[in-house]
């Protein structure tokens, strides 16, 4: 079955920098678009990045992380990965993986980022 395990969270001071990783699993990788959601407590769950099927050519950032995180895949590892930089409080949340491939959508289970001194 499709499984996709987020890890690379943590705690971080602001100005810091992360990389997420997702491996995904049970689906022909390749064929699926990648994308990164964060839910902060009592918000609603929000866009981060995307990247498209094949070799990820084409890459969509939400306005509040532009020029800060760089989302990119490697087909031959099944993994997606989301390198943060100059990470502000704001960006505290819990980040999901999400694959879309054939109009079905899969999630992974989440993994923390927090920003604080």
């Known amino acids: 079955q499709v499984q996709l395990v987020e890890s690379g969270g943590d705690l971080v001071q602001p100005g810091g920098s992360l990389r997420l990783s997702c491996a995904a699993s049970g689906f022909t990788f390749r064929s699926a678009a990648m994308s990164w959601y964060r839910q902060a407590p009592g918000k609603e769950r929000e866009l981060v990045a995307s990247?498209?099927?094949?070799?990820?050519?084409?890459?969509l950032y939400a306005d509040s992380v532009k020029g800060r995180f760089i989302i990119s895949r490697d087909n031959a590892k099944n993994t997606v990965f989301l390198q943060m930089k100059s990470l502000k409080v704001d960006d505290t949340a819990v980040y999901y993986c999400?694959?879309?491939?054939?109009?079905?959508?899969?999630w992974g289970q989440g993994t923390q980022v927090t920003v604080s001194t």
């Open positions: 999400k694959a879309v491939r054939e109009g079905s959508g899969y």
């Open positions: 990247i498209s099927v094949g070799d990820g050519r084409s890459t």
